[in-house]
Nanobody, 123 residues
Framework: QVRLVESGGGPVQAGGSLRLSCAASGYLVTDYCMGWFRQAPGKEREGVAIISTSGTYTNYADSVKGRFTISRDNAENTLYLQMNSLKPDDTAMYYC????????????????WGQGAQVTVAS
């Protein structure tokens, strides 16, 4: 059974940093394209970052390029999202997800989802 558990969210001041973690079980993170998505109240879920099965390909939403970094620790079977220079607009519930077929920054292509971690950036 595939299970994804996010952690590391919380409140932070604008300009600060947070690192989200996503512990995977029931499969290997190297077997799936992994991604981070977020959803703010009243808005649609949007893709933040993805990393391919090999780890050699990453893609980011324009709004987070240069500030966020997605990475993976294969030994720990964990996905990370390092978030720097946070802005109030980054406030959202952040979800990690796994996709088995395509590796696109598109939520409909991801099959497995975590329960989410709240990130709140105060101005």
């Amino acid at each position: 059974q595939v299970r994804l558990v996010e952690s590391g969210g919380g409140p932070v001041q604008a300009g600060g940093s947070l690192r989200l973690s996503c512990a995977a079980s029931g499969y290997l993170v190297t077997d799936y394209c992994m991604g981070w998505f977020r959803q703010a109240p009243g808005k649609e879920r949007e893709g933040v970052a993805i990393i391919s099965t090999s780890g050699t390909y990453t893609n980011y939403a324009d709004s987070v390029k240069g500030r966020f970094t997605i990475s993976r620790d294969n030994a720990e079977n964990t996905l990370y999202l390092q978030m720097n220079s946070l802005k109030p607009d980054d406030t959202a519930m952040y979800y990690c997800a796994a996709a088995s077929t395509y590796c696109w920054l598109l939520s409909s292509t991801f099959r497995y989802w975590g329960q989410g971690a709240q990130v709140t950036v105060a101005s």
